[in-house]
């Protein structure tokens, strides 16, 4: 079909130039997912005192104290993993589905142990991993918040509802240790996807 045709193309230049950054910033929201437990065990009462701000830095702006060009990268990076996701899932949907694409099949080589760490694990991962992106656009971009605020008739401010829900559905706490626990899972797997998908190009390129 022409359409998982373009999506493997999206998908592989898409991923190529933000898969490291995908992976950052993957990492490090898994970490902070259980900040606050991280901060009691710590012994700190705030984030921006702990060790747990340069995680923070790291996973919004690259370091970047400006807090400009980082956030911008950091911002076309997360759309760019948007349409990695989306695309990703397109390809890998099969027009019926069988055991065999729903599990790690671990015995038949390093070649096919590596597509299914990168496409069963990310199947499972995606939808958790698209809420987290969806939702961590809003302190990106602005645009993209009026967007939010105009399709929901709200006013978004930091205090407002529709921010608590944002948070909520970002770092997981909608059911509380469980949704946290799970998205955690998530962004680790996240995190191994560009690796995965790394090893396989290179693979194919005869470079590895």
């Known amino acids: 079909m022409k359409i998982k045709k373009y999506c493997r193309y999206i998908h592989l230049w898409l991923s190529l130039p933000a898969g490291v950054l995908i992976s950052i910033i993957c990492f490090t929201g ?9 901060l009691t065990i710590m012994g700190y009462d705030s984030i921006r005192e702990s060790p747990l701000m340069i995680v923070m830095k790291l996973h919004r702006w690259l370091m970047d104290d400006t807090r400009t060009t980082g956030k911008m990268i950091v911002g076309i990076s997360t759309l760019f993993f948007i349409f990695i996701l989306i695309s990703g899932l397109t390809v890998y949907w099969p027009r019926k589905w069988k055991k ?6 671990h015995q038949k080589g390093r070649r096919r142990l590596m597509f299914d760490l990168h496409s069963v694990l990310g199947l499972y991962a995606t939808l958790i991993l698209l809420v987290c992106a ?20 709200a006013e978004v401010k930091c205090g407002a509802p529709i921010w608590r829900i944002v948070r909520a559905l970002h770092f997981g706490t909608y059911a509380g ?17 560009p690796v995965t998908g790394y090893w396989m190009y290179l693979k194919r390129k005869k470079l590895l």
């Open 134 to 153: 969806l939702t961590g656009l809003m302190w990106s971009f602005q645009w993209y918040r009026d967007i939010v605020s105009f399709i929901f008739d």
């Open 177 to 193: 240790m469980f949704s946290k626990i799970v998205t955690f899972i998530a962004a680790l797997i996240g995190t191994s996807l």
């Open 30 to 38: 898994a970490i902070l997912v259980f900040k606050e437990e991280l």
């Open 100 to 105: 065999s694409r729903l599990i790690i099949e």
